[in-house]
């Protein structure tokens, strides 16, 4: 029974973690959408008076202003003094609102959008145990040691660095984006870093093989 709602507990808080930040995020649209809708609805009924048409021609409207708000901006922020305005008001009253790092985090990975400064994914040992830890890889030195980020779930983008020899990290072949999404999710979809790590063991050298992932 125990097992039971352990399995229903963890389920339903997975579930959550996908669904909470898609939800969010269209409610957010939802709210844009409305309120241009509202804005601009005189002016469609002036032009269109009674047609049939008043609705659909004001939804169109709504969806093309929101194309060219989203197009201005971006074209804003790109200059040199909105790119200035928009990190002075994200650092100092956007970044203080609970919850936006990690919306503006999913937002940028389920776009594609977010420039990673990691150049693989590993999994590593840093408590010179089998416990491992996902980790992405920041830079390679000459001794054959690894400097790694370990991200905090699901806000990736605070976390720990360390610097590892090199026995301690066994790269995986899964892209960043995939596990920055994992992390997000709080470890969800991690049997892929699993499995990669498994089906390389067998080509791995002597003595820098990785370690069994039975406790993981």
């Given at each position: 029974?125990?097992?039971?709602?352990?399995?229903?507990?963890?389920?339903?808080?997975?579930?959550?973690?996908?669904?909470?930040?898609?939800?969010?995020f269209a409610f957010v649209l939802v709210w844009v959408f409305n309120l241009i809708h509202r804005a601009i609805s005189p002016l469609?009924?002036?032009?269109?008076?009674?047609?049939?048409?008043?609705?659909?021609?004001?939804?169109?409207?709504?969806?093309?202003?929101l194309i060219c708000a989203c197009f201005l901006i971006g074209a804003v922020v790109r200059t040199r003094l909105g790119k200035w305005?928009?990190?002075?008001?994200?650092?100092?009253?956007?970044?203080?609102?609970?919850?936006?790092?990690?919306?503006?985090?999913?937002?940028?990975?389920?776009?594609?959008?977010?420039?990673?400064?990691?150049?693989?994914?590993?999994?590593?040992?840093?408590?010179?145990?089998?416990?491992?830890?996902?980790?992405?890889?920041?830079?390679?030195?000459?001794?054959?040691?690894?400097?790694?980020?370990?991200?905090?779930?699901?806000n990736p983008t605070s976390g720990n660095i360390y610097h590892l020899p090199g026995e301690n990290v066994f790269p995986v072949d899964?892209?960043?984006?995939?596990?920055?999404?994992?992390?997000?999710?709080?470890?969800?979809?991690?049997?892929?870093?699993?499995?990669?790590?498994?089906?390389?063991?067998?080509?791995?050298?002597?003595?820098?093989?990785?370690?069994?992932?039975?406790?993981?």
């Open positions: 029974m125990k097992k039971l709602r352990e399995f229903i507990k963890s389920t339903l808080i997975g579930g959550l973690l996908v669904v909470l930040p898609l939800a969010i469609t009924q002036c032009a269109l008076g009674g047609t049939t048409f008043q609705v659909i021609a004001a939804d169109v409207l709504v969806v093309l202003l305005i928009y990190t002075l008001i994200e650092a100092n009253l956007l970044r203080r609102t609970p919850g936006y790092s990690l919306i503006k985090e999913t937002v940028s990975q389920f776009l594609g959008n977010k420039q990673s400064p990691f150049s693989s994914v590993a999994l590593a040992r840093i408590f010179g145990n089998d416990t491992l830890v996902s980790v992405f890889v920041t830079d390679t030195h000459e001794d054959g040691s690894y400097t790694v980020f370990m991200p905090t779930g699901p899964v892209s960043v984006e995939d596990a920055m999404r994992s992390i997000i999710s709080c470890g969800a979809g991690s049997s892929t870093l699993i499995r990669k790590l498994n089906e390389a063991a067998p080509a791995s050298p002597k003595g820098d093989e990785p370690p069994s992932t039975g406790n993981v």
